[in-house]
């Protein structure tokens, strides 16, 4: 597969990346999911059909007023594009993702557990300016490896309880393939200032002999 981005800022990333693979993180999980927005609970409806002819209108159905649709989108619109935001939600979901699948219910006990190794990194969807959000795991330490019932208690004990999580947007799960493919693919969009690698999130292997000129 090939990525044409060659930042340094994105050379960086992946030479970072590779380190930490070096070093002993072996991500054998992949997850995605996308984020909750209001307009998921409406239906598309297609008001015109003009053949081809020129662009159809489309329109928003929905039982709300429309006074309180387009308040709300706002709002949703600022906080899904806010990076800000976004780094609050993402702690959410990964404190339920090591409360329910590595069974640790208090993360902030660090005395107490071995912290799990794990990397998030955030994209914008395409033509737009909100995110979506992968997730490299390690198994080990998992309550199972199964990736049949790491779907199920994503879908159930994770989904439910992280509101910023997407009710319509299946959460993607699968076992890593390519530790390389994924480290390019997950830095595709590096650059320009924008780092899609959270580090504020992500759990690392401390010790680093590479040097990083990241800017």
Same mark, same amino acid.
């Given at each position: @597969?090939?990525?044409? /981005?060659?930042? +340094?800022? *994105? +050379?960086?990333?992946?030479?970072f990346i590779r380190n930490q693979f070096s070093l002993g993180f072996k991500p054998d999980i992949s997850l995605a999911y996308h984020y909750s927005h209001p307009n998921e609970n409406g239906r598309i409806l297609k008001e015109t059909d003009f053949k081809g002819s020129k662009p159809d209108?489309? /329109?928003?159905?929905?039982t709300e007023s429309l006074w309180n649709v387009v308040t709300?989108?706002?709002?949703?619109?600022?906080? *899904? /594009?806010d990076y800000d935001s976004l780094i609050k939600d993402t702690k959410k979901v990964k404190n339920l993702i090591l409360h329910y699948l590595y069974g640790i219910p208090r993360p902030n006990?660090?005395?107490?557990?071995? =912290? =799990?190794?794990? @990397?998030?990194?955030?994209e914008k969807n395409r033509g737009s300016? +909100?995110?979506?959000?992968?997730?490299?795991?390690?198994?080990?330490? @998992?309550?199972?490896?199964?990736?049949?019932?790491?779907?199920d208690i994503l879908e159930t004990?994770? *989904?439910?309880?992280?509101?910023?999580?997407?009710? *319509?947007?299946?959460?993607?799960?699968?076992?890593?393939?390519?530790?390389?493919? /994924?480290?390019?693919?997950?830095?595709? +969009?590096?650059?320009?200032?924008?780092?899609?690698?959270?580090w504020t999130n992500s759990n690392f292997i401390p010790k680093s002999n590479v040097d990083l000129d990241i800017a």
């Open positions: @597969m090939t990525y044409t /981005s060659n930042t +340094q800022e *994105r +050379q960086g990333t992946i030479d209108r489309y /329109s928003l159905q929905t709300r989108d706002k709002y949703y619109d600022k906080i *899904r /594009s006990q660090t005395w107490k557990y071995e =912290p =799990p190794l794990l @990397m998030f990194f955030h300016s +909100q995110f979506h959000t992968h997730v490299l795991l390690d198994s080990t330490g @998992m309550v199972t490896d199964n990736i049949i019932d790491i779907k004990s994770v *989904r439910t309880r992280a509101q910023c999580i997407s009710e *319509r947007k299946d959460i993607y799960a699968d076992y890593t393939r390519d530790f390389e493919d /994924s480290c390019f693919y997950l830095t595709k +969009q590096v650059g320009s200032g924008f780092c899609g690698l959270d």
